[in-house]
């Protein structure tokens, strides 16, 4: 007889009939995870199926196919030879003179504006810097793909509706009929848009590049990295190997954990006030972006780099004290290499963090409508949250999907830079 | 007899700093009865010091001595772990450290090469001199210590490096060998006095942790040997392996002897009569008995020392 006075028969009959309702109680909790991660999921599908089918097409941009004479009598006139009279010249004169060619029918100035308006006002800078590059071009007849107006661009594409009427759409009827002829006689075509990864932003949407900006934040990484990395794990081994236990480092700890939850803004205004009106360094420079990220990213790094040597076995230790290691060459021959890649996750999943950073970068002027692309981190620039916020707020059309490219272009880097962390750790995930 | 407060409190540190707390807790819920308590509590203390027997047996022996402890204690935090230790260890002797699971042989042993220094609690008075230096002078640099005593650990802790890189370490750190070709002399010398030559020398590039438990724990003393000490520590060397294991590195103890002194801790009565010339016996932080291994287990001076080796608790 148990302790219960049951016999084992009873006793088993009761645990069958609560059995029953026990299973169904376990199915219940897994169905309740399975649905959060379906919602998961399916918010994330339609977040990227959003972001591509918007984005994807402006990866090609419409070219118009126009036979440019590079007539001397409108370059140089004088026949000077003189680049400076060259670079000033009017080429936009060019363009007009091959449109007229392949539509003699219209007339009048209005009509011939909107004409030339459906060829993207940099397609003279265009013909400049070829002419530029090749002197010998003078006089000389080529079939050139230009890039066509944005609006054109969007109407070729199929995002402006034709049907819709006239007053409301910014592609007018006539120019609908010069673009359907243009189309007749395979003058236009999309064509990999080589601008958008090799120029800086600009008003234009067609002439618009997202260089200026990934320069600008690979500037801005590589100062976080050099500066919060090293200090980052300087300050995780002290504080997990050296520091004695008092208050005074208790009360460091949590200083550290509440930084990290520190709102980024914060980080920007403390930026502002230090590194640009007391220390008197460049304004919207990725050097300052850089030191202000590094700011907000050393706390994430410390408090990765303690759980990684924390992680660190202290068998590991004490084998090396044992053999008379000193404290510090315990630390850098044994904990540190095997503390590393956890280290480099930290380090990459902060530094994944600061990329993705928007707010504090407001607020030290990397907001500003940059043309240029940066050749160093003391140049102004802007970083590509940034610019995916600025084109985001522009009117024209076609910024809509340079706005999603320019987030697949992010989303692209962080997923490299996670991808990166995940092999890290499992390459160099040791046992012992 | 010890609280179970205190013999708890003997296991390990992360047990003493919650007892301190414990303590701590208990002390600030009855700041009246303080002053009392705290009396009360130094009464004890003292009581027990007096109670403490003088150890049995023969701890002081004549000859070629290696290393010696005069009147050593060791306090974690409030706790005394380890009271009054007074022993000797003659050169090229095995002796053998006994006692049940926190009687204070570990703490002992970590005090002969200064390892409880890594322990901020811990507290360590009386004098231990090795060839008639003191241990815990200020002269004596603790790097430089435990260059001359070595320790092997309870789980066998190869650095997650080569085989090779294993063994070199110590001498490289202690500038031990010149070139290329002295460091390889050293290292191969080591393996083969550790018996480990013939199943690794093919394979020195091999991880350090991909050896067997046995291996890697023969592996370990090639390691503490390379650095040619006085005198080397071990801390249950056995009590992670198999008992093929155990025999290898017993054997190996007994070639050790020649060229170091060894003290070892044990839980194993058997492993302790096996190898040890003279054993130990410690109890809750006493040292209750010294004397030849022999005598130990045949016809030991103390009672609880009879209890122990007998099987009757421990």
Same mark, same amino acid.
């Given at each position: 007889?148990?302790?219960?006075?049951?016999?084992?028969?009873?006793?088993?009959?009761?645990v069958e009939a609560g059995l029953k309702k026990r299973n169904s109680s376990e199915k219940r909790f897994q169905a309740y995870g399975i649905f959060g991660v379906l919602i998961g999921m399916l918010f994330l599908a339609y977040f990227f199926a959003t972001i591509i089918t918007d984005g994807a097409s402006a990866f090609f941009q419409t070219h118009v196919k126009l036979s440019v004479h590079f007539d001397p009598e409108v370059i140089d006139p004088k026949r000077t030879n003189d680049p400076a009279v060259w670079e000033k010249a009017n080429y936009t004169k060019l363009i007009k003179a091959s449109l007229s060619e392949i539509f003699p029918d219209v007339s009048g100035r209005r009509d011939k504006k909107a004409l030339r308006q459906m060829v993207s006002s940099g397609a003279p800078f265009e013909l400049q810097a070829m002419l530029e590059d090749n002197p010998r071009l003078m006089g000389q007849t080529l079939e050139l793909w230009l890039p066509a107006d944005d609006e054109v661009d969007m109407f070729y594409k199929g995002k402006i509706d034709r049907d819709v009427e006239?007053?409301?759409?910014?592609?007018?009827? =006539?120019?609908?009929?010069?673009?359907?002829?243009?189309?007749?006689?395979?003058?236009?075509?999309?064509?990999?848009?080589?601008?958008?990864?090799?120029?800086?932003?600009?008003?234009?949407?067609?002439?618009?590049?997202?260089?200026?900006?990934?320069?600008?934040?690979?500037?801005?990484?590589?100062?976080?990295?050099?500066?919060?990395?090293?200090?980052?794990?300087?300050?995780?081994?002290?504080?997990?190997?050296?520091?004695?236990?008092?208050?005074?480092?208790?009360?460091?700890?949590?200083?550290?954990? =509440?930084?990290?939850?520190?709102?980024?803004?914060?980080?920007?205004?403390?930026?502002?006030?230090?590194?640009?009106?007391?220390?008197?360094?460049?304004?919207?420079?990725?050097?300052?972006?850089?030191?202000?990220?590094?700011?907000?990213?050393?706390?994430?790094?410390?408090?990765?780099?303690?759980?990684?040597?924390?992680?660190?076995?202290?068998?590991?230790?004490?084998?090396?004290?044992?053999?008379?290691?000193?404290?510090?060459?315990?630390?850098?021959?044994?904990?540190?290499?095997?503390?590393?890649?956890?280290?480099?996750?930290?380090?990459?999943?902060?530094?994944?963090?600061?990329?993705?950073?928007?707010?504090?970068?407001?607020?030290?002027?990397?907001?500003?409508?940059?043309?240029?692309?940066?050749?160093?981190?003391?140049?102004?620039?802007?970083?590509?949250?940034?610019?995916?916020?600025?084109?985001?707020?522009?009117?024209?059309?076609?910024?809509?999907?340079?706005?999603?490219?320019?987030?697949?272009?992010?989303?692209?880097?962080?997923?490299?830079?996670?991808?990166?962390?995940?092999?890290?750790?499992?390459?160099?995930?040791?046992?012992? | 007899?010890?609280?179970?407060?205190?013999?708890?409190?003997?296991?390990?540190?992360?047990?003493?700093?919650?007892?301190?707390?414990?303590?701590?807790?208990?002390?600030?819920?009855?700041?009246?009865?303080?002053?009392?308590?705290?009396?009360?509590?130094?009464?004890?203390?003292?009581?027990?010091?007096?109670?403490?027997?003088?150890?049995?047996?023969?701890?002081?022996?004549?000859?070629?001595?290696?290393?010696?402890?005069?009147?050593?204690?060791?306090?974690?935090?409030?706790?005394?772990?380890?009271?009054?230790?007074?022993?000797?260890?003659?050169?090229?002797?095995?002796?053998?450290?006994?006692?049940?699971?926190?009687?204070?042989?570990?703490?002992?042993?970590?005090?002969?090469?200064?390892?409880?220094?890594?322990?901020?609690?811990?507290?360590?008075?009386?004098?231990?001199?090795?060839?008639?230096?003191?241990?815990?002078?200020?002269?004596?640099?603790?790097?430089?210590?435990?260059?001359?005593?070595?320790?092997?650990?309870?789980?066998?802790?190869?650095?997650?490096?080569?085989?090779?890189?294993?063994?070199?370490?110590?001498?490289?750190?202690?500038?031990?060998?010149?070139?290329?070709?002295?460091?390889?002399?050293?290292?191969?010398?080591?393996?083969?006095?550790?018996?480990?030559?013939?199943?690794?020398?093919?394979?020195?590039?091999?991880?350090?942790?991909?050896?067997?438990?046995?291996?890697?724990?023969?592996?370990?003393?090639?390691?503490?040997?390379?650095?040619?000490?006085?005198?080397?520590?071990?801390?249950?060397?056995?009590?992670?392996?198999?008992?093929?294991?155990?025999?290898?590195?017993?054997?190996?103890?007994?070639?050790?002897?020649?060229?170091?002194?060894?003290?070892?801790?044990?839980?194993?009565?058997?492993?302790?009569?096996?190898?040890?010339?003279?054993?130990?016996?410690?109890?809750?932080?006493?040292?209750?008995?010294?004397?030849?291994?022999?005598?130990?287990?045949?016809?030991?001076?103390?009672?609880?020392?009879?209890?122990?080796?007998?099987?009757?608790?421990?």
């Amino acid at each position: 007889m148990s302790a219960s006075g049951r016999s084992p028969a009873e006793t088993r009959k009761l645990v069958e009939a609560g059995l029953k309702k026990r299973n169904s109680s376990e199915k219940r909790f897994q169905a309740y995870g399975i649905f959060g991660v379906l919602i998961g999921m399916l918010f994330l599908a339609y977040f990227f199926a959003t972001i591509i089918t918007d984005g994807a097409s402006a990866f090609f941009q419409t070219h118009v196919k126009l036979s440019v004479h590079f007539d001397p009598e409108v370059i140089d006139p004088k026949r000077t030879n003189d680049p400076a009279v060259w670079e000033k010249a009017n080429y936009t004169k060019l363009i007009k003179a091959s449109l007229s060619e392949i539509f003699p029918d219209v007339s009048g100035r209005r009509d011939k504006k909107a004409l030339r308006q459906m060829v993207s006002s940099g397609a003279p800078f265009e013909l400049q810097a070829m002419l530029e590059d090749n002197p010998r071009l003078m006089g000389q007849t080529l079939e050139l793909w230009l890039p066509a107006d944005d609006e054109v661009d969007m109407f070729y594409k199929g995002k402006i509706d034709r049907d819709v009427e006239e007053s409301r759409r910014r592609v007018k009827d =006539n120019q609908i009929v010069w673009i359907d002829r243009l189309a007749e006689q395979g003058r236009l075509e999309g064509k990999f848009n080589k601008t958008f990864f090799t120029s800086g932003d600009s008003r234009d949407p067609e002439m618009a590049g997202i260089l200026g900006a990934m320069k600008g934040s690979f500037f801005m990484l590589f100062v976080t990295l050099v500066i919060a990395f090293p200090l980052g794990v300087a300050a995780a081994i002290y504080l997990e190997e050296f520091a004695p236990r008092n208050r005074w480092i208790d009360l460091l700890e949590v200083n550290i954990n =509440n930084l990290a939850a520190v709102p980024s803004i914060i980080y920007g205004l403390l930026g502002l006030s230090v590194f640009i009106n007391f220390m008197n360094l460049p304004r919207s420079a990725p050097l300052v972006g850089g030191l202000v990220l590094a700011l907000m990213t050393l706390p994430v790094i410390i408090i990765a780099g303690r759980s990684a040597i924390r992680a660190v076995p202290p068998s590991i230790r004490e084998a090396a004290l044992g053999l008379g290691a000193s404290d510090v060459q315990t630390v850098f021959h044994h904990v540190l290499p095997l503390a590393m890649p956890g280290l480099m996750t930290g380090a990459i999943i902060g530094m994944a963090r600061a990329l993705g950073e928007t707010a504090p970068l407001l607020m030290i002027g990397m907001v500003a409508f940059i043309v240029e692309v940066p050749g160093t981190p003391f140049d102004p620039s802007t970083a590509l949250p940034v610019q995916i916020y600025l084109w985001a707020d522009s009117p024209e059309r076609a910024f809509v999907e340079r706005t999603a490219a320019a987030i697949i272009v992010l989303l692209f880097f962080l997923l490299v830079m996670n991808g990166l962390a995940v092999w890290l750790r499992q390459r160099y995930e040791r046992r012992w | 007899m010890a609280t179970p407060a205190l013999r708890a409190a003997l296991v390990g540190v992360e047990t003493v700093r919650e007892h301190r707390e414990d303590n701590q807790a208990s002390q600030i819920s009855d700041l009246g009865n303080d002053v009392s308590k705290e009396k009360e509590k130094r009464m004890k203390v003292q009581e027990r010091d007096e109670q403490r027997q003088q150890t049995v047996g023969e701890p002081v022996v004549d000859g070629d001595i290696a290393l010696s402890a005069d009147d050593v204690n060791v306090h974690y935090g409030d706790n005394h772990a380890l009271r009054h230790i007074t022993m000797n260890f003659r050169r090229n002797e095995i002796v053998a450290l006994i006692g049940p699971s926190g009687c204070g042989k570990s703490t002992f042993l970590r005090c002969l090469n200064r390892m409880n220094d890594t322990i901020e609690v811990a507290r360590v008075t009386g004098e231990i001199l090795l060839e008639g230096q003191d241990v815990y002078s200020k002269e004596m640099d603790p790097v430089l210590l435990r260059a001359r005593v070595g320790m092997v650990f309870q789980k066998p802790n190869p650095f997650p490096k080569s085989i090779y890189e294993n063994v070199a370490y110590g001498p490289r750190i202690h500038g031990l060998a010149r070139n290329k070709a002295e460091l390889d002399d050293i290292v191969y010398a080591s393996l083969e006095k550790a018996g480990l030559i013939n199943e690794v020398k093919d394979r020195m590039e091999d991880s350090g942790t991909s050896l067997s438990g046995g291996q890697q724990q023969r592996l370990c003393i090639a390691r503490t040997i390379a650095v040619n000490p006085e005198v080397i520590l071990m801390d249950e060397p056995c009590s992670a392996l198999d008992p093929i294991a155990t025999a290898k590195i017993e054997d190996l103890m007994y070639e050790l002897q020649e060229n170091f002194t060894i003290a070892i801790v044990t839980h194993s009565m058997q492993q302790a009569a096996r190898v040890s010339q003279r054993t130990a016996y410690f109890h809750l932080g006493d040292l209750v008995e010294v004397d030849d291994t022999n005598k130990i287990f045949t016809n030991p001076g103390h009672r609880l020392t009879e209890d122990y080796v007998t099987g009757r608790f421990g």
